[in-house]
């Protein structure tokens, strides 16, 4: 901690006092501070993106970042899988949970929220719940597939998070009419 009493705010570069703190990948904001950088809208722990030391609301993020150009494509109805490494966006890497007790009374360290995916502390500033545990942004993501969820796409089973299309493969119904693919029938006996 610099002196002065604080850490330094992202934007207005003065000291951060602990009442007045919102934190977001580790650095410290005031709370009046922590807006979009476009359209100054305020922010919190479910609306904010961030690129490099700039935060955005999702919508702005993706007009400035997201794919660009008519219907998103580069040509004949393709889309980009740029990551987008090449302009600093870093890729959050998915890892199974690796804690084998579900009890949320077995994730709580001291009073402050674990992730049950990465098993670190999640702060305010970070913080999603679903599938009732409080989970960070980045690690938010089906356990199967890896795809960011929000909170009304989630299904939970045993203490971890899946897409709903990975969460009905899994464990959804099995046999005639659910789904065999391409209009084939599988007997089982």
């Not at 602990?18 to 580790?26: H, M, N, S, T």
């Not at 922590?34 to 993020?61: G, P, Q, W």
């Not at 990465?118 to 989970?135: D, H, L, M, P, R």
């Not at 890896?146 to 899994?170: H, Q, V």
Request: hydrophobic residues 25%; aromatic residues 10%.
């Amino acid at each position: 901690m610099p002196l002065g009493g604080g850490n330094k705010c992202g934007c207005c570069q003065k000291t951060v006092y602990f009442a007045e703190e919102v934190q977001c990948e580790g650095k410290s904001w005031h709370k009046s501070c922590f807006r979009c950088m476009v359209c100054k809208k305020n922010l919190d722990s479910t609306t904010v993106a961030v690129h490099v030391d700039e935060i955005y609301c999702k919508s702005c993020y993706g007009k400035k970042y997201g794919p660009k150009g008519y219907g998103y494509g580069g040509g004949a109805g393709t889309l980009s899988m740029d990551t987008g490494e090449g302009l600093g966006i870093k890729q959050a890497a998915h890892h199974p949970t690796n804690n084998p007790n579900t009890s949320k009374f077995a994730q709580k360290a001291g009073g402050s929220d674990m992730c049950p995916r990465c098993g670190k502390t999640v702060y305010a500033a970070e913080k999603v719940i679903g599938g009732g545990n409080s989970w960070h942004k980045s690690c938010f993501r089906c356990a199967k597939c890896g795809k960011g969820l929000e909170s009304t796409t989630l299904a939970d089973r045993d203490g971890e998070i899946y897409c709903k299309g990975c969460y009905a493969k899994n464990f959804g119904p099995k046999g005639f009419g659910f789904g065999q693919g391409a209009g084939a029938l599988a007997h089982s006996q």
